[in-house]
């Protein structure tokens, strides 16, 4: 049974579209991917960004300028609401500059050890910058 890959990209914090195709190609040589969803407030940024990660495969998740941080509030929830599913990831891709996440992968590394027992924990931290 191949491994299931979820990625969770912080467009804001790392805006590397170029990036997009190695990253995709990546996650597919760990297994299926099952999740692949990147987070900016979309209206932001150019329209040859959007067209190369629409062409890669990436849902665009478009998040309302409500304050600061509002697209990692909303990739941490997505991130964690998928911990519930069915689909449950083997492989979790973390794409972000920011240090906020720390407590992402303290989360993960917890719900993933309670619901499969292992210690060693498939999260992948990528900084393009």
């Known amino acids: ?9 912080d467009f804001e914090n790392v805006p590397a579209p170029h990036q997009a195709k190695y990253l995709m190609d990546f996650a597919q040589s760990r297994g ?14 150019t329209r040859n960004s959007k ?13 309302l300028e409500k304050g600061t941080n509002s697209a990692d509030r909303k990739l941490k929830s997505d991130c964690l609401a998928e911990l519930d ?25 917890v719900s993933i050890f309670n619901r499969t ?13």
């Open 1 to 9: 049974m191949k491994n299931r890959v979820s990625i969770y990209w």
């Open 32 to 45: 299926d991917v099952v999740t692949n969803k990147v987070y900016s407030h979309w209206s932001r940024e």
């Open 51 to 63: 067209c190369v990660l629409d062409r890669c495969g990436f849902e665009r998740i478009h998040v």
């Open 85 to 109: 599913t069915s689909w449950f990831p083997d492989i979790i891709i973390l794409v972000s500059a920011d240090g906020g996440f720390a407590s992402l992968v303290r989360k993960l590394q």
């Open 117 to 129: 027992g292992k210690v060693n924990t498939a999260l992948v931290v990528i900084d393009f910058s």
